[in-house]
Nanobody, 123 residues
Framework: QVQLVESGGGLVQAGGSLRLSCAAS????????MGWFRQAPGKEREFVAA????????TYADSVKGRFTISRDNAKNTVYLQMNSLKPEDTAVYYC????????????????WGQGTQVTVSS
């Protein structure tokens, strides 16, 4: 089992920045690919970004490419999502997820999920 706890969400004006953190505990963090997803009210959960277990590959949704950066610190068992140039349409609950067996953007690649942190971007 892997336990994931997100933090860093909040209210920010359009154009501002936030950094989300996701602290992992339980099994060996460096064994897992990590992803960030988000869900806005009335919408399905969507992929935001992911990073492979050994830091060699990252991938982003087109809607956040160039504005968001995913990173991880395996020594601290933490994955981050730096969000710059935020837009009102980035408003959502952001979830981190851990997956071990396969790599990809779809939710089925991830076995463990955090409870989420709210990000609200005002115009």
């Amino acid at each position: 089992q892997v336990q994931l706890v997100e933090s860093g969400g909040g209210l920010v004006q359009a154009g501002g920045s936030l950094r989300l953190s996701c602290a992992a505990s339980g099994r060996t963090f460096s064994d897992y690919n990590m992803g960030w997803f988000r869900q806005a009210p009335g919408k399905e959960r969507e992929f935001v970004a992911a990073i492979r277990w050994n830091n060699d590959i990252t991938t982003y949704a087109d809607s956040v490419k160039g504005r968001f950066t995913i990173s991880r610190d395996n020594a601290k068992n933490t994955v981050y999502l730096q969000m710059n140039s935020l837009k009102p349409e980035d408003t959502a609950v952001y979830y981190c997820a851990a997956g071990g067996s396969t790599w990809g953007r779809a939710p089925h690649h991830y076995d463990y999920w955090g409870q989420g942190t709210q990000v609200t971007v005002s115009s």
